[in-house]
């Protein structure tokens, strides 16, 4: 069905611990436990401020047994030294649910390079330490480029509070459209050397464009168009608001009724064919990133407002490709979109210097012939002066009565550095 492939990771903006205090190196032996970082992923470009994602899913590893947490780095693997370190860590810091629990950690990391990192938990029963990640830790950005870095303000409560770091988007582009010239992919970091993951045997990672020409698409199973936004910013990338809308709807022979179904899509088993529209299904979506209305449908009042179905107390809410308006491009509000319609780094997301770049493949896999897709996308970048980068496109994938594919993208629309109102 049409897909976007995204790691389901979450970010939080938690202040960094007051009480972090170097340490000795570290002889801790890594657990055959279920504890990992889930953010950063692996080779992100990191630097300052560093949002970390940490799950524990072993049975029986309760939130009240930890009493004390480190960050530990090291350059070969081999020696682990402390660079962090909390006692009684925050119970404010921690998410618990009845599969495991997860500690968001926000510490301000003064590291260089390559390194890899791990998290060391101390519990009443003994220690958790996760798997290593690799990681590229950048030199922090000042506050405003070519100025010293703003003074740290004094908090009442106690430390110092960072100034709010300042974003600017300057350009937004599409990649993928004008072929051979963008034909490969930016990629991960954003210079054309290293290719994005994505799903096997239909998409390399590193071409753009109709998936009829990706070495990686098998016998040619999926019809779709591989692309990128890039959008270049003056600032700090992570202080732009991000986010990718669509509407889309299709029509899919060749399918069965289950895969109709785990697509999104609808099945007329009259006709034997799926028919797809693109749905979300949540309580709240903040689309003023594009500068659009929020979605906030908290009851089944509001969301019949919407003119949405109330469902299993979330609202069920659809954008056809011909319809006036178009919806969050993911399915819905749950822990597992935790990254949300690309606003925030993941595997198929990266901000690298001064630019913020993400790759997405419109398609649909194992459809028959006399099949299609429409999709209008509109990907933004606001900055923090509340001016908006824009580009609307669409794409159509196709495969008529005799097997003979199209796959487009066209830009129907772009705008730098305006205001919400001149958004189509």
């Given amino acids: 069905m049409w897909m976007r492939r995204t790691a389901a990771v979450a970010l939080a903006c938690l202040p960094a611990a007051a009480s972090l205090a170097a340490d000795s190196p570290s002889s801790a032996r890594e657990d055959a436990g279920d504890?990992?970082?889930?953010?950063?992923?692996?080779?992100?470009?990191?630097?300052?401020?560093?949002?970390?994602?940490?799950?524990?899913?072993?049975?029986?590893?309760?939130?009240?047994s930890v009493r004390s947490g480190s960050l530990e780095a090291s350059a070969d693997g081999r020696s682990w030294?402390?660079?962090?370190?909390?006692?009684?860590?925050?119970?404010?810091?921690?998410?618990?649910?009845?599969?495991?629990?997860?500690?968001r950690w926000t510490p301000e990391l003064a590291l260089r390079g390559r390194q890899q990192v791990r998290v060391v938990l101390r519990t009443r029963d003994g220690t958790l330490v996760s798997p290593p990640v690799e990681l590229e830790f950048e030199e922090p950005q000042n506050e405003e480029p070519g100025e010293p870095e703003r003074e740290q303000r004094q908090d009442p409560r106690g430390g110092r509070e960072r100034a709010p770091a300042a974003c600017k988007c300057q350009s937004i582009e599409v990649r993928g459209d004008d072929l051979p010239a963008e034909a490969v992919a930016l990629g991960p970091t954003a210079d054309r050397q290293s290719a994005w993951r994505v799903r096997k045997g239909d998409d390399d990672g590193a071409t753009l464009g109709p998936l009829k020409d990706n070495p990686k698409n098998g016998a040619g199973r999926w019809l779709g168009y591989s692309f990128e936004i890039a959008c270049d910013v003056e600032g700090r990338p992570g202080a732009c608001d991000e986010i990718q809308l669509v509407k889309a709807s299709g029509e899919y022979r060749g399918v069965k009724g289950k895969e109709c179904a785990e697509g999104g899509g609808v099945w007329d088993a009259t006709h034997s064919v799926c028919r797809f529209t693109h749905t979300w299904k949540g309580n709240a979506a903040a689309l003023s990133k594009a500068g659009k209305a929020d979605i906030s449908a908290p009851g089944q009042a509001a969301c019949t407002a919407l003119g949405g179905r109330w469902e299993g107390g979330k609202c069920v809410l659809s954008f056809p490709y011909d319809g006036p308006r178009f919806g969050p491009d993911v399915k819905g509000d749950g822990p597992e979109f935790r990254d949300g319609a690309y606003e925030r780094p993941d595997g198929l997301k990266r901000h690298v210097g001064t630019k913020i770049v993400w790759k997405d493949m419109i398609g649909v896999g194992g459809a028959g012939n006399d099949s299609f897709l429409r999709a209008r996308v509109l990907a933004v970048v606001k900055?923090?002066?509340?001016?908006?980068?824009?580009?609307?496109?669409?794409?159509?994938?196709?495969?008529?009565?005799?097997?003979?594919?199209?796959?487009?993208?066209?830009?129907?629309?772009?705008?730098?550095?305006?205001?919400?109102?001149?958004i189509p």
């Fill in 383 to 422: 900055g923090t002066d509340n001016l908006f980068c824009y580009v609307l496109f669409d794409v159509e994938v196709r495969k008529d009565a005799t097997g003979q594919r199209t796959e487009t993208l066209r830009i129907v629309r772009q705008g730098n550095r305006v205001g919400a109102g001149q």
């Fill in 35 to 64: 504890l990992r970082i889930v953010h950063p992923t692996a080779n992100d470009h990191v630097a300052g401020l560093v949002p970390f994602l940490i799950e524990q899913r072993r049975p029986g590893v309760l939130l009240s």
């Fill in 81 to 103: 030294t402390p660079v962090l370190s909390v006692e009684d860590v925050p119970r404010s810091w921690w998410d618990a649910s009845e599969t495991g629990w997860r500690l």
